[in-house]
């Protein structure tokens, strides 16, 4: 065959090339493709009219300059007239070019499509393919308009060349793909199937992927497909492969072919009718026999192409599901690949193996292989095939090896890739409490993994250890032992001081009649490492040695010489100076009983589904915290009631200054309502209606009822209006008008929050008889809890009083409550209801992580039903700094440097409920020149995922 | 079911061919052709031929592909799939591909497919269309490309 001289037949093309190449410097290139386009400019605006061939060579050098990277903005319509050349290779360039840049400009598309539909009728098999292949490449709507029902004519039409077939198979296949609703199914469909039979294996080849690809979208369709596929598998694998000449590789009989026939039938189960089923049994059995037989040729090519049906066949029996033999045949081959030379092919086999090892028939067949799985997790040199070890090694584990396997992965948790211990880590707790026969392997097994890997140890992994241990009497005072002995380590990871702190402070009496550990030496062991731990951790050994304080009253001195420090007292941290205030002062004050009650052992936690592995699904986040931090709340509890006053009057004041000026006229510019009042005057219909001291008792429009005398709360229109102001921050005016202002300041921590809740009288006159309540929908109920305090009946004029709303989120919801008010003004009674602004959001705990975990959780997070993703025009301008602020009030982290385009925001969250918490990653992109967004929220549940989406989407 | 692209790419870096079977705008091509570029060239024979990869570029790093690629001298020939699809066909698929590419242009080396690049397009939309593979016989795309080569 000859070989192509370069550039052949366009010498300026090569002698462009070679001067590209010879360039020195990035500037000599630009100088010099600026020399070339002025000068291809010049020639296409020149008088002279150029000849095809020209033509041809300056489009070229134009897709050669688009190509180096650099932008070309005329020579389309040349290129469009390269179309109708009746020369091949000019007809080429031009298609070329126009599918490498493609160009949505309106005039040129109807051109180009002409031209298309020239070629495609002209009877000249190269044009037509070089009219398909376009088509093919661009795959446009308008292509799709012009064509989509002429392709089918073509594949299917008598007189159709073979190669123009492939190619219009493929074509249709396109534009099925990119603009489904514009391909008509029909008549042509049946047709279609029977190219299954078509003497020419290309032909076949390309018309497989498209059957497959329909079949995936209506497999009733297509299922006649299911026995012309087996036919024909049948008849390659068990032909002689000189039969295959031209598609025989490398004494492979049509490898590629066979692999598309193995998949379209993972479109349908197995075949009902016995013959088709023991045909395509045969099928897969002589595959499985030939990857017994000597190979043919030494070459990587002949393995390659063999193993690749192989691989195929046995994704088909695993899809299948319901032959044990060849299930196990499947392992078995496997199973010898685990040990081949070829790295891919051992990787393969492991990934392959880990579907069949959750196949009931091959469960056991696959276990036999334990051994070398442990050893490729040492030996392999490539960590993805070290990460494929660990899957299989978790899919396999069952009662019978979960103590090996469990131990194998400990011990490769020394030295395994930091990419991949988290998720050992999760794996490892998860086998642990799954095929625990004795909880004390589990504690010591959780225990280890927080020595060896603590900084990977999530705190799902040691939540989850506290709530089995509390839930299970017989292993308290073992974990209590294990933990006062780990915590002799001279360097123990801050997660053990957790699990000790917290297993201590509730178990600490089952250890102390031991004079080796005794109360004081306890809690001075504990103590020991306070100093070190970060606050979090420090904050839960304060709550262990209040819970000393009430288990071992001999080191209550001790505890409270502790507490009293200036270094607790006068902590800086805000919540450490409280938790040693509130425990001292409950230490000094409470009788035993009273702390006996406050501080009493955790009750066992409801069983549910283990966190952990809802965490690995990326389900969940962890079941409600073993939760220190319920003393707390006791504790708080208590000093509220003592302390009601202080409460009230601490936090207010700025609030006051910043929203509620409510004894001075308010501006009427900070207030809409009023503002169209006074500025359209009179003259505007509404103002009537906004005349605050004659209520218009009848006056027919929207805003009447809110001033209306009526008095069923039933009929009053919930306001909603700044109901999304609050999706991103907690402080403001919820709702105005002429006689009430109605202010919120609200905090949240996990699952509970709390609203203040301030109503201002604007007028002179006092409010009598009033009274707020908040109701749930039918739908909230259940999911939220609010419980509203009661409120002072009577407002004086210009005063504002304050109500206390307590929450608790139980479960995720959509819905808001609604606010009722009622009150007495001037002898009519008004009633208003306000939807109040507790979203979803609310009870988001922002979740700092690398780039690598969020990929890794974001990958988890990968079912359809877990992303929601909105596309929206911008309502705002778009300002980075004031988008970053959203989603931080929104309430998740804002993640830098983890999204590779930097204009792009990425966050994560966590959502605390009661009953749950879920995990939440969310990425922004703002897209300046369309003022568009697309946002894209990725949570464990479809019905949060919505939520937040639809909350957040609102903000931009 | 699917390649999203296939890129031939010197060790340096540089691209001697792309072909991209979905939407990239131009940014995400020029990403994608430097992150496959810094996957690749770090691994050796040691490695499998397969990299997961989803931290890609932005477009990609929404679903889960995978890189297939190849060393032939100087040169890594990489095919991006889904990660369900068949890694053995679509390595063996490049090596088919190369195979046409080195009889085609007689003992192919870099400066063929630099040269030219308008006759490597015809090659691969012989073989790859759509995403898909088109045709798999060495000697029919050969002769379909002599005969092309033959006309004006």
């Known amino acids: 065959m000859p070989a192509v001289s370069k550039g052949d037949g366009m010498r300026g093309l090569a002698v462009f090339i070679s001067d590209i190449r010879n360039c020195k410097s990035k500037e000599a290139e630009i100088k010099r493709i600026n020399k070339e386009l002025a000068n291809i400019r010049s020639k296409f605006k020149g008088d002279k009219a150029l000849d095809g061939y020209s033509k041809k060579k300056y489009v070229c050098k134009l897709l050669f300059i688009f190509l180096l990277g650099h932008d070309i903005d005329f020579g389309h319509m040349e290129a469009v007239n390269l179309l109708s050349s009746n020369k091949y290779t000019e007809k080429q360039i031009g298609y070329l070019f126009i599918s490498v840049l493609v160009n949505s400009n309106s005039d040129l598309i109807r051109l180009i499509n002409n031209a298309i539909k020239n070629d495609l009728n002209s009877r000249n098999p190269t044009f037509m393919n070089l009219a398909l292949h376009c088509i093919a490449n661009v795959g446009s709507r308008e292509m799709a308009e012009a064509f989509a029902s002429e392709i089918p004519r073509i594949l299917v039409a008598g007189d159709t060349m073979d190669s123009v077939k492939q190619s219009a198979a493929l074509c249709l296949l396109r534009l099925n793909r990119t603009s489904p609703d514009l391909v008509p199914m029909g008549e042509w469909t049946a047709r279609v199937v029977h190219l299954l039979n078509d003497q020419h294996l290309g032909v076949v080849t390309a018309a497989t992927s498209l059957i497959t690809t329909l079949a995936q979208k209506s497999p009733d369709d297509f299922k006649t497909s299911i026995s012309l596929a087996v036919a024909r598998l049948s008849r390659i694998v068990t032909s002689a492969c000189i039969d295959l000449q031209d598609y025989t590789y490398y004494f492979v009989a049509a490898p590629w072919l066979s692999v598309k026939l193995l998949r379209l039938l993972q479109c349908y189960p197995p075949p009902e009718d016995a013959a088709l089923r023991s045909r395509l049994t045969e099928c897969l059995e002589t595959i499985l026999n030939k990857a017994q037989e000597p190979p043919k040729s030494k070459k990587v090519q002949h393995s390659n192409a063999k193993n690749a049906v192989l691989f195929e066949a046995i994704s088909l029996i695993i899809h299948h599901d319901s032959e044990p033999t060849l299930l196990v045949r499947a392992c078995n081959q496997l199973g010898q690949f685990l040990q081949h030379r070829e790295t891919n092919l051992r990787y393969l086999a492991l990934e392959s193996m880990c579907t069949l090892a959750s196949s009931e028939f091959s469960h056991e067949a696959v276990k036999t292989h334990i051994e070398t799985v442990i050893n490729a997790l040492k030996t392999e040199r490539d960590v993805s095939v070290r990460q494929r070890a660990v899957d299989l090694l978790y899919a396999m584990c069952d009662r019978s090896n979960a103590k090996q396997i469990v131990a194998e992965m400990l011990s490769y948790l020394e030295t395994a890739d930091y990419s991949i211990r988290e998720e050992i880590v999760l794996k490892v707790a998860i086998l642990a409490e799954k095929y625990a026969v004795d909880y004390t392997w589990y504690v010591d097994t959780i225990l280890n993994l927080i020595r060896i890997a603590g900084d990977y140890v999530s705190e799902e992994v040691w939540y989850r250890v506290i709530q089995i241990v509390i839930n299970r009497d017989d292993v308290q005072g073992y974990a209590a032992k294990t933990v006062f002995e780990a915590l002799h380590a001279p360097a123990c990871h801050e997660n053990l001081v957790k699990v000790g702190g917290y297993i201590l402070g509730e178990f600490g009496n089952l250890i102390a009649g031991d004079s080796r550990s005794s109360p004081l030496v306890q809690f001075n062991l504990l103590h020991s490492k306070f100093h070190l731990c970060s606050v979090p951790t420090r904050a839960l050994l304060l709550s262990a040695y209040i819970k000393f304080i009430n288990l071992f009253p001999e080191v209550k001195a001790t505890i409270q010489d502790v507490l009293r420090s200036d270094s607790q007292l006068r902590n800086a941290d805000v919540e450490l100076q409280q938790r040693a205030v509130e425990y001292l002062r409950l230490s000094c004050i409470a009788s035993t009983d009273i702390l006996a009650t406050v501080l009493e052992e955790m009750p066992p936690f409801p069983e549910r589904e283990s966190s952990i592995l809802a965490k690995l699904k990326k389900k969940k986040g962890p079941g409600n915290l073993p939760d220190i931090d319920d003393s707390r709340r006791n504790v708080n509890g208590n000093t509220e009631h003592h302390e009601p006053t202080e409460t009230t009057n601490k936090s207010p004041p700025s609030l006051m200054a910043d929203l509620l000026p409510t004894n001075r006229p308010r501006p009427a510019s900070s207030s809409p309502i009023m503002l169209s009042a006074g500025t359209m005057g009179s003259s505007h219909p509404f103002t009537d209606l906004l005349n605050l001291n004659s209520p218009p008792a009848a006056a027919p429009s929207l805003l009447v009822d809110v001033f209306s005398d009526l008095s069923a709360p039933a009929s009053v229109e919930v306001s909603e209006d700044n109901f999304s102001r609050f999706v991103c921050k907690n402080n403001g005016v919820l709702y105005e008008n002429q006689l009430l202002q109605i202010g919120l300041k609200s905090e949240y921590r996990q699952n509970l929050g709390r609203m203040y809740v301030f109503y201002g009288n604007k007028t002179s006159t006092q409010f009598l008889s009033f009274s707020s309540s908040v109701t749930n929908g039918d739908a909230l109920k259940g999911q939220l809890i609010v419980h509203a305090k009661s409120v002072d009946p009577v407002i004086d004029g210009g005063a504002q009083v304050q109500q206390i709303l307590n929450m608790e989120c139980v479960s995720d919801f959509t819905d808001a409550p609604v606010l009722n008010i009622q009150f007495r003004y001037g002898g009519a009674l008004q009633n208003i209801a306000v939807k109040l602004p507790v979203m979803l959001n609310k009870f988001f705990q922002p979740t700092e992580m690398t780039s690598q975990d969020f990929f890794q959780r974001w990958k988890q997070l990968g079912a359809p039903q877990q992303e929601v993703q909105k596309i929206f025009k911008s309502q705002h301008p778009m300002d980075t700094d004031v988008t970053k602020a959203k989603i931080l009030g929104f309430g998740v982290a804002l993640l830098d440097g983890v999204d590779p385009n930097p204009a792009n925001f990425v966050g994560a969250g966590v959502i605390h409920t009661k009953d749950t918490q879920v995990g939440c990653l969310l990425r922004l992109e703002p897209n300046t020149q369309a003022e568009m967004y697309r946002l894209t929220l990725r949570t464990s549940r479809d019905s949060v995922s919505q939520r937040l989406c639809d909350l957040l989407s609102e903000q931009f | ?152």
């Open chain 2, 1 to 152: 079911m699917q390649i999203r692209f296939i890129l031939i790419q010197n060790r340096a870096g540089k691209t001697r061919l792309a072909k991209w079977y979905m939407q990239f705008d131009d940014d995400e091509k020029q990403k994608l052709i430097e992150e496959v570029h810094a996957v690749v060239t770090v691994r050796d024979a040691k490695h499998t031929n397969f990299v997961e990869v989803w931290a890609l570029s932005s477009l990609l790093w929404e679903k889960n592909f995978k890189i297939i690629y190849r060393r032939y001298a100087g040169l890594y020939f990489c095919i991006c799939v889904d990660v369900t699809d068949n890694n053995l066909a679509y390595l063996e698929g490049i090596h088919n591909f190369v195979e046409v590419l080195n009889e085609y242009f007689h003992n192919v080396c870099e400066l063929d497919l630099v040269f030219n690049f308008y006759k490597v397009y015809t090659v691969v939309d012989e073989m790859f269309l759509a995403g898909e593979i088109r045709e798999t016989s060495q000697t029919k795309v050969l002769k379909q490309l002599l005969m092309l080569q033959s006309l004006e």
